[in-house]
């Protein structure tokens, strides 16, 4: 196709160090390392208006416990990433949507100060995930207005302030489940059932337990939803219970898809990036150096999805990498060599990073990340190579669906460099 | 539910003006793309035209959820009415988006064949399309067919190229027809149904859901999936619309390298099959389904539909199943009991019905509205074609293969707005959704603006923007009752 755009030669050129695609917690929290530490010239590129990603939007609480070490609202937290950033010396741009690739680690960009083209020698990615809207899910049905994503939701109310409706049904239980819950009911409107397609919610104790009882929400486990009901407005969904087969319907207005998070992987896809075929996002390794020279990953793009600051401390490990890379002689680091690679057994749907290098280091805070799609409640974690068993552990926490499960690298600590792929699974 | 008329304030030029008890020399009953061009048609000749629609926009019935596809009329039944109008039709609207820049891509077709019946059918399409007037299909065979399109599954045998085949904006054209309809003094009559004809000495007396009657000299009918329930009004009882459910999947942009161009079905005694094609949105589509209904609103999408698509898929292209899925849709056609278009004047009852306009309405529209001028014309309408038309006008672009504001340096100098992207997976600027809003034929609700910029339609269905993009159409709304009747929330 071509794009048939004459002018696009008058758009200005950049040229910092490294450019940050998404200032969402884990490249805001990059570009202020960055930034702050090396003296590096940092370029920060958002499409929204007001950098900080999703927390923009979520405006309760807990955020910034492990990379702040404090609570904060998503809104708070936000501002204080973005405020870190500029105060480091990093040259934040919003309203600046990045459209393609012209070039190794150069790009094309839209803004309404005019079109940009930046060349950069390192380039971070850190452009998040979005939740799966309702076609991707395959759920059939009318066609009706009040159909929602959390994401969708969370703009709706705290962003524009608008109401959405009296009776939700919130499909999913996880964490982000229980922030569209909370959303619902700062918007004045009660959320009737949630369902789970897994025979027990998904979400965290501390979430399901007081969401259960303080909120009120009932949850329908092992079921899903196979039809949305109404004409112009959503009268009701039909939900199925797994294990009877048995149907009924129950009546809202509203419906928010929530959780089954899928990575903004455009500019990934679009720069000839390896992608890992379970988490849909970049193969990285553990310095997050993805299969293009001097371009980087973090955050939810790489595993969708950890919590915000789970993504944040990804950033700030991606920032030391990229130093390191700008420090090499010449400016870049030596080529990129082959590794060994990491895979996901059952029940794990992925894991990241899923590259090991020699000499690299140790993933962010040391841990592999997975994607369980069953519960477990005492994982018993073996990690295999060329049929040899590297090392068996009991994990004190438990896996379970729609959140992060982690597990110490130090696991694979004999593991052979020149040997065969990796294999995670619990027994 | 009230007239659009009592919707103010409207600008000077809006498709509502209050005054409905006109007489007017013509009532075109439906605003699809037929009726549309149909306006557009006699507009320019003379005539004052009234358009009646039931819904609160234009194109949005059937022509709304179309293949999109411009079709050479290659495969029409030889000799008919649909295969003359189609071929027409198909030659008038290359011409015209041209000349208003409804975006049209060439990609070609290529038929390919599964089976030994569907192989052996190849020389006698060929034959078909010839006989259509339509010389240059050629029969190639599988390695061609896998040299064209490298990711369908394995087991295709042959196949039959359509190098005319192309891509179209279905909304854009719909949109165009009626903006021009309306810049040559058609007035644009929303959500008012036609529930009631009473034909007198010199005018017909349509009565409507949505307000006052009108009186028109000539009926133009041409309703779609309503076409024989007017007609009925008019005490004919000749054909039947039997609505036949399309059901649609919609993949991501990032699978369009897949499919360069159109991948039909070969057509056989099972039914027509399941099509592949890229779209002049830069996605890839699988369907349609066809499935006979007696609701004439199902529009919703269903279990076995998807179940249906997936599995041909798997099929057909097994890559494509691998990607996200944007968008699935369920559209009408207005299929009717018979195998050809019935356009038909009834000079006595200065009467016209367009019927059974199925999914080939979009390449033909602009032939059917020549036609009917010329029935009407046969049957003693006076018609001169106006020397002091305005010029067409010239249509947002919302194709991909052709530059979009976004790309457009010259144009965010001159306003920044078109540098503002605010449906990042379409890249729908601020400025497109404000221009959108303020249209003549302005987009009312977000449907509608959909429609016009494609804004909200991409993979993320609003995650990131459907607050943004409603907080902008509200500032720029000229009307105000449809939409504000909505929370907010977008849907498919």
Same mark, same amino acid.
């Given at each position: ?427 | ?11 000077? $030029?809006?498709?509502?003006? +209050? ?9 075109? *009953? !439906? /605003? =699809?793309? #037929? ?88 020389? $006698?399409?060929?034959?078909? +399309? ?9 029969? *190639? !065979? /599988? =390695?061609? #067919? ?51 004809a009473d034909p007198g000495a010199g005018v017909t007396r349509l009565r409507t859901a949505g307000g006052d009657p009108i009186t028109a000299r000539w009926v133009v009918n041409a309703a779609g999936l309503g076409a024989d329930t007017v007609d009925r009004m008019f005490g004919h009882d000749r054909f039947t619309v039997t609505p036949r459910r399309g059901e649609l999947l919609v993949f991501d942009k990032l699978a369009r390298p897949l499919a360069d161009r159109i991948v039909l079905p070969v057509p056989t005694a099972r039914g027509k099959g399941v099509l592949i094609s890229p779209t002049v949105y830069g996605n890839v589509m699988l369907g349609p389904t066809a499935e006979d209904l007696t609701d004439r609103t199902a529009t919703g999408t269903s279990a076995e539909g998807y179940a249906f698509l997936r599995a041909r898929g798997e099929r057909l292209m097994p890559s494509l ?172």
């Amino acid at each position: 196709m071509t794009d048939g755009t004459p002018n696009l030669e008058r758009g200005a050129v950049l040229t910092p160090d490294v450019l940050v695609v998404g200032a969402g917690p884990a490249g805001l929290t990059a570009a202020a390392r960055l930034a702050g530490r090396t003296g590096a010239d940092v370029l920060v590129l958002d499409r929204a208006d007001t950098p900080g990603g999703v927390p923009v939007h979520t405006a309760h609480t807990g955020f910034g416990l492990r990379d702040l070490h404090r609570v904060l609202s998503g809104p708070a937290y936000a501002a204080r990433l973005a405020g870190a950033a500029r105060a480091a010396g990093a040259d934040l741009r919003g309203r600046a949507m990045v459209t393609g690739w012209s070039g190794p680690r150069q790009v094309e960009a839209t803004t309404p100060d005019g079109l940009l083209r930046v060349r950069a020698r390192a380039v971070l990615l850190a452009t998040g995930a979005r939740e799966r809207p309702r076609p991707a899910r395959l759920v059939p049905g009318d066609r009706p207005q009040g159909v929602l994503t959390t994401g969708q939701l969370q703009q709706l109310v705290h962003g524009s302030g608008r109401h959405v409706g009296e009776r939700a049904v919130v499909v999913g239980a996880e964490p982000v489940s229980w922030s569209a819950v909370l959303t619902l009911r700062a918007a004045g409107c009660r959320t009737v059932l949630m369902t789970s397609r897994y025979d027990r919610a998904e979400s965290y104790a501390a979430f399901t337990v007081p969401g259960r009882t303080v909120l009120g929400v009932p949850v329908a486990t092992g079921t899903r939803v196979v039809r949305i009901i109404g004409r112009g407005r959503v009268e009701g969904v039909e939900i199925e219970h797994a294990a009877t087969g048995r149907r009924r319907t129950v009546a809202c207005d509203t419906v928010v898809f929530t959780g089954d998070w899928v990575p903004e992987h455009e500019l990934a896809r679009a720069a000839g990036l390896a992608i890992d075929p379970g988490t849909l996002g970049p193969v990285v390794d553990t310095a997050l150096h993805t299969s293009e020279p001097g371009v980087f990953a973090a955050g939810n793009l790489l595993h969708p999805v950890d919590t915000a600051d789970g993504a944040a401390l990804d950033g700030r490990h991606a920032a030391d990498r990229i130093a390191a890379w700008l420090a090499a002689p010449g400016g870049e680091g030596p080529p990129l060599g082959p590794g060994v690679p990491v895979v996901a057994g059952e029940p794990f749907r992925w894991v990241a990073p899923q590259l090991l290098r020699p000499g690299g280091p140790a993933p962010p805070r040391g841990r592999l990340l997975l994607w369980s799609d069953a519960l477990v409640r005492v994982p018993r974690v073996r990690v295999c190579q060329d049929g040899r068993v590297l090392a068996r552990r009991r994990l004190p926490w438990p896996a379970a669906p729609g959140r992060v499960f982690r597990v110490p690298f130090a696991l694979l600590s004999r593991l052979d460099p020149s040997g065969g792929p990796v294999r995670l699974a619990l027994e | 539910m009230t007239d659009g008329a009592g919707c103010a304030p409207l600008p000077t $030029g809006s498709e509502v003006e +209050a005054d409905t008890d006109t007489d007017v020399d013509v009532a075109v *009953v !439906g /605003a =699809g793309v #037929v009726g549309a061009a149909i306006a557009r048609e006699l507009a320019g000749h003379g005539l004052s035209v009234a358009v009646l629609e039931a819904r609160d926009d234009i194109g949005d019935g059937t022509s709304k959820a179309n293949t999109g596809i411009l079709h050479t009329g290659f495969d029409a039944k030889p000799g008919t009415l649909e295969s003359r109008l189609v071929r027409e039709g198909c030659r008038l609207l290359t011409a015209y988006a041209a000349a208003t820049g409804i975006p049209v891509e060439r990609t070609g077709a290529v038929m390919a064949a599964w089976t030994e019946e569907e192989l052996a059918a190849l020389p $006698g399409l060929r034959e078909k +399309a010839e006989r259509n007037g339509y010389r240059r299909c050629e029969l *190639v !065979g /599988a =390695g061609e #067919v896998y040299r064209q399109v490298p990711a369908l599954g394995p087991g295709v045998l042959g196949g039959l190229t359509v190098p005319d085949e192309s891509l179209t904006c279905t909304w854009t054209t719909t949109l165009a027809l009626a903006t021009d309809a309306l810049r040559r003094g058609a007035r644009f009559l929303l959500r008012r149904a036609v529930i009631g004809a009473d034909p007198g000495a010199g005018v017909t007396r349509l009565r409507t859901a949505g307000g006052d009657p009108i009186t028109a000299r000539w009926v133009v009918n041409a309703a779609g999936l309503g076409a024989d329930t007017v007609d009925r009004m008019f005490g004919h009882d000749r054909f039947t619309v039997t609505p036949r459910r399309g059901e649609l999947l919609v993949f991501d942009k990032l699978a369009r390298p897949l499919a360069d161009r159109i991948v039909l079905p070969v057509p056989t005694a099972r039914g027509k099959g399941v099509l592949i094609s890229p779209t002049v949105y830069g996605n890839v589509m699988l369907g349609p389904t066809a499935e006979d209904l007696t609701d004439r609103t199902a529009t919703g999408t269903s279990a076995e539909g998807y179940a249906f698509l997936r599995a041909r898929g798997e099929r057909l292209m097994p890559s494509l199943m691998r990607e996200e899925v944007t968008a699935a849709y369920a559209g009408l056609r207005a299929a009717a009991d018979r195998d050809d278009y019935l356009i038909e004047a009834s000079p006595e009852q200065r009467y016209v019905v367009v019927g059974g306009i199925r999914s080939t309405g979009l390449s033909a529209a602009m032939g059917i509205a020549e036609y009917v001028r010329a029935l009407l014309a046969d049957a003693g309408l006076v018609l001169a074609a106006r020397t002091d038309l305005p010029s067409p006008p010239r249509m947002p672009n919302l194709g991909e293969a052709f530059p979009r504001p976004y790309r457009d340096a010259e144009r965010i100098a001159a306003d920044p707005a078109y540098g503002h992207v605010v449906c990042y997976c379409e890249r729908v600027t601020a400025g497109e959704i404000r221009d959108a809003c303020t249209a003549p034929l302005p987009a009312r609700t977000l449907d509608g603006l959909r429609r016009r910029t494609r804004a909200t339609n991409g993979r993320c269905q609003g995650f990131s923007c459907a607050a943004a993009v409603t907080d902008l159409m509200d500032r720029h709304r000229s009307g105000g009752c449809d939409a504000s009747t909505e929370p907010g929330g977008t849907t498919r």
